[in-house]
C-alpha cells in the first residue's frame, strides 16, 4: 500500500503523544546555603559557603605551613616550620537547630622556641555549639585567641 500525500499531511498536522509523568512520593530535598567566615583579631582566616542537605553535613578543612622564629645554640634567630589548621563542620542539630563545630590550631606566638625542639607549641581553639540560625540575620560564635565565627543562612 501506498500512502498518499493527504495521508502523509494529516499525520504531520497530528498533536504528538501527551506523555504523563508520576508524581514524586517525596517532597524535593531542600539545601540550605549558609555563608560563613572565620576571623582572628579582624584577620579573616577563611571566607566561603558550606551547603548542608537533609541528612548530610558539611565541612571546610585547610592547613597552612609556616615558620616561626626560634633560637639556634649560638644565640641565633632561624626559622621554624609550624602548621596551623582550621577545620568548621556544620550539620542538622536537634530539631531545627544547626550543630556548629570549629577548631583552630596555630602556633604559639610571642614565644622563642629551641630550634632543636621537635615540635612546636601550639595552642587550640574548640567551639561545639547547637544555635538557631534565622535566614539573613549574622550569628557570631566567639573563641579564645580572639577567634570568631560568623554564620549567616540564606
Known sequence: ?????AMWAALAQAAP?????????YAPARATVIDV???????VLWQGQLTLWPGAGAGYSHQNQEAVACLSSDGGVRPLEANSR??????EGRGELLAVGVEWTRPRSGVFLSCSSTSVDA???RVQTELE???????????DGDL???LTRR
Do not use: C, F, Y
Open 1 to 5: 500500500m501506498i500512502a498518499s500525500a
Open 148 to 150: 570568631t565565627l560568623t
Open 17 to 25: 503523544p501527551v506523555l504523563a509523568m508520576p508524581e514524586p512520593q
Open 123 to 125: 595552642l587550640a581553639t
Open 86 to 91: 582550621l577545620n568548621v563542620n556544620l550539620d
Open 37 to 43: 567566615q572565620a576571623a582572628r583579631a579582624g584577620e
Open 133 to 143: 540560625l534565622p535566614r539573613n540575620k549574622p550569628v557570631t560564635l566567639s573563641g
